[in-house]
């Protein structure tokens, strides 16, 4: 079956930085999005990434815009989020998500196509 495991979290300090990844088993795509998404106690589910793998274009919540940095390996089969300078409100549970073969990027903006999600990982920044 198709899985999607999340890796990378910890706890760090303000300013400090991440690598998550994410590792895709079961399942190929050439053309789907795959997202990070975060969820701290209290708050929605935020879409802070996205990259649709047909053409490689990426989506940045305006929050992270220039401290994250989404990519994707395909020879590897994961998606990677590389947090640069953390912040205490970066803080929350952070899962991967995949949705099915789509024909654009487009579609990555819509939170229903994500139809595959890992289970998380915690970052905790600490001011």
């Known amino acids: 079956q198709a899985q999607l495991l999340e890796s990378g979290g910890g706890s760090v300090q303000g300013g400090g930085s991440l690598r998550l990844s994410c590792a895709s088993s079961g399942y190929t795509y050439s053309r789907n999005c795959m997202a990070w998404f975060r969820q701290a106690p209290g708050k929605e589910r935020e879409r802070v990434a996205h990259?649709?793998?047909?053409?490689?274009?990426?989506y940045y919540a305006a929050s992270v815009k220039g401290r994250f940095t989404i990519s994707r390996d395909n020879a590897k089969n994961t998606l990677d989020l590389q947090i640069n300078n953390l912040r205490p409100d970066d803080t929350a549970m952070y899962y991967c998500?995949?949705?099915?073969?789509?024909?654009?990027?487009?579609?990555?903006?819509?939170?229903?196509?994500?139809?595959?999600w890992g289970q998380g990982t915690q970052v905790t920044v600490s001011s």
């Open positions: 998500a995949a949705s099915r073969v789509v024909s654009s990027g487009v579609y990555c903006s819509r939170g229903e196509q994500y139809k595959r």
């Open positions: 990259i649709y793998t047909g053409d490689g274009s990426t």
